[in-house]
T-cell receptor
């Protein structure tokens, strides 16, 4: 049981380049989330998904797109990277939307946009 | 606006001493409260959560947290710190509203335990 995994671990992009971050979970969780972590700001929600084929915007969605074609995978895309998107990106998942439900996090992807 | 405050950027503790990492929140109603820990180059790991009942919640690795409704606080504690506890700690709150298991995170507190 690998839990939540993320690919790649680290990436350097030039401004304007595109890339896709992959998140996979093997816990059969319905809900999946993408966060970004910036110094002194905690984690902020970018997009989330409540099930296969559905996605929705979080707090800071601009510049990102997501897709959930399979229940176990949640992709985060940057179409035209900007230096402001330099951050550490975390994927998380939870079984239900219940308020007491714990979210489980992946190891993170460190992205540097030059 | 709903928010979570972790007033200390860093907490320094000697090994063997008790530790406290503070968290206060500003959320309407009765939120659920969580603590996560992040070790270097790792993702966030769940430590404990408060849902209801006893104000003292016990979690992983010997950590516990005390919920105080009147002070809207949820401080993380451990009776005897270990060097291996050195990490970044995040408090998070799940408010009443929000249909997607919304979590509001504090900015994090770095705990440094010295031998």
């Amino acid at each position: 049981n690998a839990g939540v995994t993320q690919t790649p671990k680290f990436r350097v992009l030039k401004t304007g380049q595109s890339m896709t971050l992959l998140c996979a979970q093997d816990m059969n969780h319905e809900y999946m989330y993408w966060y970004r972590q910036d110094p002194g700001m905690g984690l902020r929600l970018i997009h989330y998904s409540v099930g296969e084929g559905t996605t929705a915007k979080g707090e800071v969605p601009d510049g990102y797109n997501v897709s959930r074609l399979k229940k176990q995978n949640f992709l985060l895309g940057l179409e035209s990277a900007a230096p402001s998107q330099t951050s550490v990106y975390f994927c998380a998942s939870s079984y239900t939307r219940d308020r007491w439900e714990t979210q489980y996090f992946g190891p993170g992807t460190r992205l540097l946009v030059l | 606006a709903q928010s979570v405050a972790q007033p200390e950027d860093q907490v320094n503790v000697a090994e063997g001493n008790p530790l406290t990492v503070k968290c206060t929140y500003s959320v309407s109603g009765n939120p659920y409260l969580f603590w996560y820990v992040q070790y270097p180059n790792r993702g966030l790991q769940f430590l404990l959560k408060y849902i209801t009942g006893d104000n003292l919640v016990k979690g992983s690795y010997g950590f516990e947290a005390e919920f105080n409704k009147s002070q809207t606080s949820f401080h993380l504690k451990k009776p005897s710190a270990l060097v291996s506890d050195s990490a970044l700690y995040f408090c998070a709150v799940r408010p009443i509203s929000g249909g997607y298991n919304k979590l509001i995170f504090g900015a994090g507190t770095r705990l440094a335990v010295h031998p």
